[in-house]
């Protein structure tokens, strides 16, 4: 192709049509300009084709660590919520001044005893490493950045600081000082009940915790919302990205 321009161009210097030949060159640059302006698209194209691919990877993977952070939040606002009516059945009993009796071995049982989110973060590591720009949707790039950098980080600090701090300094103390354990977390009874109901610091403890119980709840459940809907937009986002 190129031997054939050439030799259009020699025949017409050689005719002396110096006319022809600029309007000619021109237009050789111009379909050369046009022919890298093509190749640029098509390699562009290709180029953001192979960026959605690995965008869906990413998405995919992170769906899949979402749905294993759900069973664990599923677990916890299970099991924490047994001891929040565990809690109450028992601050209920202490402060009505009721009598003991041997249905309330499985609430003093369980009334101690905390819960951690080990949310899976290796996609989110992931897309931090490649960038967050990969994620096409600013919603949902947005969504997935505020669930990881913020509500994530909130909940580990309330998880550890306040929760896991108050448990082992202050309630579980309390709690080993007295309440006898029969099986941890099944059944337990207080060393004496009639003393249990005059402690005004074991009561206040009991109080301390039912409210953190209750506060982490509240944070399991926000969490799970979001995660519910952060996974729904990911699905959405994945069906658009195959059309």
Not at 21 to 47: C, P, R, S
Not at 70 to 94: H, W
Not at 108 to 127: D, H, R, V
């Amino acid at each position: 192709m190129i031997s054939f321009f050439r030799k259009i161009r020699q025949q017409l210097l050689s005719q002396n049509r110096v006319t022809r030949y600029l309007v000619y060159a021109i237009g050789e640059i111009f379909l050369v300009v046009i022919g890298i302006l093509i190749a640029l698209q098509i390699n562009n194209t290709n180029e953001s084709s192979k960026l959605r691919v690995k965008e869906a990877i990413l998405l995919s993977e992170m769906k899949s660590n979402l749905q294993s952070d759900l069973l664990d939040l599923e677990f916890n606002i299970s099991g924490n919520q047994k001891r929040i009516t565990s809690n109450e059945v028992i601050l209920s009993a202490l402060s009505e001044k009721k009598p003991y009796h041997d249905s309330l071995k499985p609430y003093f049982g369980s009334i101690f005893g905390n819960f951690q989110l080990s949310e899976n973060t290796a996609s989110w590591e992931n897309l931090k490493s490649v960038g967050l720009d990969l994620i096409s949707d600013d919603s949902l790039r947005n969504r997935i950045s505020y669930l990881y950098s913020t509500r994530y980080v909130y909940l580990e600090n309330t998880e550890k600081d306040l929760d896991d701090g108050y448990q082992w300094n202050y309630f579980y103390p309390m709690v080993l000082e007295n309440i006898t354990m029969d099986e941890i977390w099944v059944s337990a009874s207080p060393e004496d009940y009639e003393a249990l109901l005059r402690n005004r610091e074991f009561n206040e403890v009991l109080k301390m915790n039912l409210f953190i119980r209750k506060f982490q709840q509240d944070q399991y459940e926000e969490i799970q919302k979001t995660v519910v809907g952060l996974i729904a937009q990911i699905d959405r986002h994945l069906a658009n990205l195959k059309e």
